[in-house]
């Protein structure tokens, strides 16, 4: 089945450690976008691609990056894990951008920090 | 702040109750409303939604939702739980009818008890 697929399920990194989180789809769709959910918090919208344009939210950290190298793929890079970064990370993508494109949501990657 | 609200954080009703989950939204402007479900170890599904028209929408699995504009909600109903309801309803907004970005509700957690 077409799908939505991040790896790994859990991420274990230690505080200042890189760490680079995955998220790839058969989809085929054009936007891919990363979410931050916190314990006991809303998803929140990190950045999203549309193709190779990539799209930042004004309140994301300069410490999470993101590439996708081509269609199928998109990573999260945390460059310097500090504590607060410890949270779901949800992958998802749509069709297009237009809010008549619902967004699939991946099982999400759940990454702890020592 | 401009917020997706969702005063009922844990609501635990016995099989055949019906169901209302309340979601309020702080955004002026056009909006278009989302309720997804995430059940125990699943991804985030597409419950409904509302972009324009009937304010009574129906969606899968026997649920609806109702836009009222004056209120600025947009409450999910089901009239007779099943355990198998049992999961995460995060109430979500976009903005406009340009952008894609959703923004979410902190989410309610159902049980449902046989």
């Known amino acids: 089945d077409a799908m939505v697929i991040q790896n790994p399920r859990y991420q274990v990194t230690q505080f200042g450690k890189p760490v680079t989180l995955s998220c790839s789809q058969t989809?085929?769709?054009?936007?891919m976008y990363w979410y931050q959910q916190k314990s006991s918090q809303a998803p929140k919208l990190l950045f999203h691609?549309?193709?190779?344009?990539?799209?930042n939210e004004a309140d994301t950290p300069d410490n999470f990056q993101s590439r996708r190298p081509n269609t199928s793929f998109c990573f999260l890079d945390i460059r310097s894990p500090g504590l607060g970064d410890a949270a779901m990370y949800l992958c998802a993508t749509s069709r297009g951008d237009r809010i008549n494109q619902p967004q699939h949501f991946g099982d999400g990657t759940r990454l702890s920090i020592l | 702040a401009q917020s997706v609200s969702q005063h009922n954080h844990h609501v635990i009703l016995s099989e055949a109750a019906s169901l209302e989950l309340g979601c309020n939204y702080s955004?002026?402007?056009?909006?278009?409303l989302f309720w997804y479900v995430q059940y125990p170890g699943q991804h985030l599904q597409l419950l409904l939604k509302?972009?324009?028209?009937?304010?009574l929408v129906k969606g899968i699995k026997g649920f609806e939702a109702e836009f009222i504009k004056s209120k600025f909600s947009f409450n999910l109903r089901k009239p007779s739980v099943q355990w198998s309801d049992t999961a995460e309803y995060f109430c979500?907004?976009?903005?406009?009818?340009?952008?894609?970005?959703?923004?979410f509700g902190t989410g309610t957690r159902l049980t449902v008890i046989p």
């Open positions: 979500a907004v976009t903005r406009g009818t340009g952008a894609n970005n959703l923004f």
């Open positions: 509302y972009f324009s028209g009937d304010p």
């Open positions: 989809l085929n769709h054009n936007v």
């Open positions: 691609y549309y193709d190779k344009d990539f799209n």
């Open positions: 955004y002026g402007g056009t909006v278009n």
